[in-house]
């Protein structure tokens, strides 16, 4: 990393680096982050409120009234999954603040080279899922509002065009979370409160006019889905660490994310009596953002290119967790390209509430139960095994682990992956050619997905404490060898 071009010249033979040079430094992927470049609790609560305030949300309110749920009914969904989402993310957050590093760089030290392949792998499709899906998202939204054509084309465009703040690394995806977070918040709160002084009446938590054909818990595994997003460690091992655990972020991203812009995509649906999502839009324009269908445009706009920046930021840095950090840019120009592929698919093989059904279990699922033995290993596996892992320096409970140090792979863990993930897809309908693909909802998929992981992966480290063999804990956890072991 920060590599110098030698060209012959004064100034690169005193090692400047150049532009290229910067940009493929930008970010700390194979270090764990300083304190120096870590941010306080304010700034990751705007991060963390652009990453979960947002048009989805909204969308998720809008299936909710078209189902005949009542207004009630996803108050208490979203309540349910803002206790979800903070019993999770206490989990997630904390693992990348106290370590230091990105998701696919610790998944090396905890599950070795096979379960960092398994991870990274889960981290790029659940990144470009989501980054397909917002991209076909705003298509659609533009597409109300003005009537498109050839909206394929415009997802691959608005594909390709919101790689650009990765480009320049964490820090200018953070920056504009923080520059957008405001106007989403000021947006949201007019919207909210101007829709129930507008709804309000003796029939604002009536169900509405509609058969009901979505459940509460759906809802649940709906509003999850948007605000899970895996790779938490990514963006809060630049937060600083505190005695705060990230609980205020925690809670004002999952209470404004998953309680106000679902209750106003609710409402905005139940004002307008409309059929459509494109008749919704315009009626939103009109009542939210004053008719002024620019500053639609601009709102929206913000929105998903704060919530794809992150989407895209976990691809990339599970793509770079195999090229050793290396070629950053043509990294994030590739997945670009994939991204806009993946929208195009998208746009043209189902329907939006389809995809946004499937996208959403599946990125609830899948990376989710890897980041759980993640966060299970560093904060319980001394306590619960008598085992434990090398330590980093500066009492950093963890040491970066290269690819040749790394063992061949966790066994309990990838096996409790796995099972989650099969839970998951059975629970979720996410087996592709089945009857109840896209269709099949039991319970919470996510829930269950991860109480798989959890009890697997705690059955696992429990069985080590009692095992008297190193080789058999090695290879069950895939820990170092003996002498390194430090125990």
Same mark, same amino acid.
């Given at each position: 990393?920060?590599?110098?071009?030698?060209?012959?010249?004064?100034?690169?033979?005193?090692?400047?680096?150049?532009?290229?040079?910067?940009?493929?430094?930008?970010?700390?992927?194979?270090?764990?982050?300083?304190?120096?470049?870590?941010?306080?609790?304010?700034?990751?609560?705007?991060?963390?409120?652009?990453?979960?305030?947002?048009?989805?949300?909204?969308?998720?309110?809008?299936?909710?009234?078209?189902?005949?749920?009542?207004?009630?009914?996803?108050?208490?969904?979203?309540?349910?999954?803002?206790?979800?989402?903070?019993?999770?993310?206490?989990?997630?957050?904390?693992?990348?603040?106290?370590?230091?590093?990105?998701?696919?760089?610790?998944?090396?030290?905890?599950?070795?080279?096979?379960?960092?392949?398994?991870?990274?792998?889960?981290?790029?499709?659940?990144?470009?899922?989501?980054?397909?899906?917002?991209?076909?998202?705003?298509?659609?939204?533009?597409?109300?509002?003005?009537?498109?054509?050839?909206?394929?084309?415009?997802?691959?465009?608005?594909?390709?065009?919101?790689?650009?703040?990765?480009?320049?690394?964490?820090?200018?995806?953070?920056?504009?979370?923080?520059?957008?977070?405001?106007?989403?918040?000021?947006?949201?709160?007019?919207?909210?409160?101007?829709?129930?002084?507008?709804?309000?009446?003796?029939?604002?938590?009536?169900?509405?006019?509609?058969?009901?054909?979505?459940?509460?818990?759906?809802?649940?595994?709906?509003?999850?889905?948007?605000?899970?997003?895996?790779?938490?460690?990514?963006?809060?091992?630049?937060? !600083? #660490?505190?005695? $705060?655990?990230?609980? &205020? /972020?925690?809670? @004002?991203?999952?209470?404004?994310?998953?309680?106000?812009?679902? =209750?106003?995509?609710?409402?905005?649906?139940?004002?307008?009596?409309?059929?459509?999502?494109?008749?919704?839009?315009?009626?939103?324009?009109?009542?939210?953002?004053?008719?002024?269908?620019?500053?639609?445009?601009?709102?929206?706009?913000?929105?998903?290119?704060?919530?794809?920046?992150?989407?895209?930021?976990?691809?990339?840095?599970?793509?770079?967790?195999?090229?050793?950090?290396?070629?950053?840019?043509?990294?994030?120009?590739?997945?670009?390209?994939?991204?806009?592929?993946?929208?195009?698919?998208?746009?043209?093989?189902?329907?939006?509430?389809?995809?946004?059904?499937?996208?959403?279990?599946?990125?609830?699922?899948?990376?989710?139960?890897?980041?759980?033995?993640?966060?299970?290993?560093?904060?319980?596996?001394?306590?619960?095994?008598?085992? !434990? #892992?090398?330590? $980093?320096?500066?009492? &950093? /409970?963890?040491? @970066?682990?290269?690819?040749?140090?790394?063992?061949?792979?966790? =066994?309990?863990?990838?096996?409790?992956?796995?099972?989650?993930?099969?839970?998951?897809?059975?629970?979720?309908?996410?087996?592709?050619?089945?009857?109840?693909?896209?269709?099949?909802?039991?319970?919470?998929?996510?829930?269950?997905?991860?109480?798989?992981?959890?009890?697997?992966?705690?059955?696992?480290?429990?069985?080590?404490?009692?095992?008297?063999?190193?080789?058999?804990?090695?290879?069950?956890?895939?820990?170092?060898?003996?002498?390194?072991?430090?125990?």
């Amino acid at each position: 990393m920060g590599a110098t071009v030698q060209t012959g010249t004064g100034t690169a033979e005193h090692g400047s680096p150049d532009l290229l040079s910067k940009l493929e430094s930008s970010d700390m992927l194979e270090e764990v982050v300083p304190e120096s470049r870590r941010d306080g609790s304010l700034k990751m609560t705007l991060l963390w409120v652009t990453c979960q305030a947002t048009v989805s949300n909204m969308y998720t309110g809008y299936l909710a009234r078209s189902a005949g749920l009542s207004l009630g009914d996803l108050v208490w969904a979203s309540l349910i999954g803002v206790v979800v989402m903070v019993g999770y993310g206490l989990l997630a957050t904390n693992v990348g603040t106290i370590t230091g590093q990105p998701h696919s760089v610790l998944a090396r030290g905890v599950l070795g080279k096979s379960g960092s392949a398994l991870a990274s792998l889960l981290l790029a499709v659940t990144g470009l899922g989501w980054y397909g899906f917002q991209t076909v998202f705003l298509a659609q939204l533009f597409n109300g509002l003005f009537g498109l054509t050839h909206l394929q084309l415009f997802c691959v465009l608005f594909a390709l065009v919101m790689i650009t703040n990765n480009l320049l690394g964490f820090r200018s995806v953070s920056g504009y979370a923080r520059l957008a977070a405001p106007i989403l918040l000021v947006w949201g709160a007019y919207t909210i409160i101007k829709a129930i002084a507008s709804a309000s009446g003796p029939n604002l938590f009536a169900a509405p006019h509609v058969q009901q054909t979505q459940g509460i818990l759906l809802t649940v595994g709906l509003l999850v889905g948007v605000a899970v997003y895996g790779n938490e460690p990514d963006m809060f091992r630049y937060a !600083r #660490r505190d005695r $705060g655990r990230n609980l &205020v /972020p925690l809670l @004002v991203g999952y209470g404004l994310g998953m309680l106000v812009f679902p =209750a106003a995509g609710y409402l905005m649906a139940e004002l307008s009596s409309a059929s459509t999502l494109g008749a919704t839009m315009h009626f939103f324009t009109k009542f939210s953002l004053f008719g002024l269908t620019a500053l639609a445009v601009v709102v929206f706009t913000i929105n998903v290119v704060a919530v794809n920046d992150a989407n895209l930021y976990e691809a990339v840095n599970a793509v770079q967790n195999f090229l050793r950090g290396r070629r950053r840019i043509e990294t994030i120009l590739a997945l670009g390209v994939i991204g806009a592929v993946v929208a195009a698919f998208m746009q043209r093989s189902s329907s939006l509430q389809a995809n946004f059904f499937i996208v959403a279990n599946m990125c609830a699922v899948f990376l989710p139960c890897a980041t759980i033995v993640m966060a299970m290993d560093v904060f319980l596996l001394e306590r619960l095994s008598g085992c !434990r #892992r090398p330590a $980093g320096q500066d009492g &950093v /409970p963890r040491a @970066v682990t290269s690819w040749a140090e790394a063992s061949p792979g966790n =066994a309990a863990g990838i096996v409790a992956i796995l099972a989650g993930l099969v839970v998951g897809a059975i629970t979720g309908g996410l087996i592709p050619g089945t009857s109840g693909f896209g269709k099949t909802n039991v319970g919470i998929p996510s829930v269950e997905a991860w109480l798989t992981t959890i009890v697997i992966y705690l059955a696992a480290m429990l069985l080590v404490r009692v095992l008297p063999s190193y080789r058999s804990k090695q290879v069950l956890l895939g820990l170092p060898a003996a002498e390194t072991a430090g125990a």
